[in-house]
C-alpha cells in the first residue's frame, strides 16, 4: 500500500481527483481521522473535512504513476 496527504480545495478540485482516480485499476481510500471513504466517490469526499489533509491509501504496491497525475494536491 502506498500513502500520500492530499488537500482538495473545492469542487473543481474534487471534480478532477475523481477523474484521475476512476482511471485506476486499485483500490483507492481516502483516510481522515477514523474515517475511510472510496476515493472514486465524489459524495464520499464531500462527507469529508476539506479544509484538513486528507490521507489518500492506494492499495498497490507501486503508484508513482497516479501520484505524479495528482501531485497538485499532494502536501508535504
Known amino acids: ?28 481510500d ?6 475511510v471513504v472510496d476515493a472514486k466517490s465524489v459524495m464520499g469526499i464531500f462527507s469529508l473535512d476539506l479544509l484538513s489533509p486528507i490521507a489518500v491509501q492506494v492499495h498497490a504496491d507501486n503508484a508513482d504513476a497516479f501520484f505524479a497525475k495528482i501531485k497538485k494536491y499532494i502536501v508535504d
Request: glycine share 6%; aromatic share 6%; with cysteine.
Open 30 to 35: 481516502l483516510v481522515q481521522g477514523r474515517y
Open 1 to 28: 500500500m502506498c500513502e500520500v496527504h492530499i488537500v482538495l480545495k473545492g469542487i473543481e478540485d474534487v471534480r478532477s481527483f475523481v477523474k484521475e482516480v476512476i482511471l485506476m485499476d486499485h483500490e483507492v
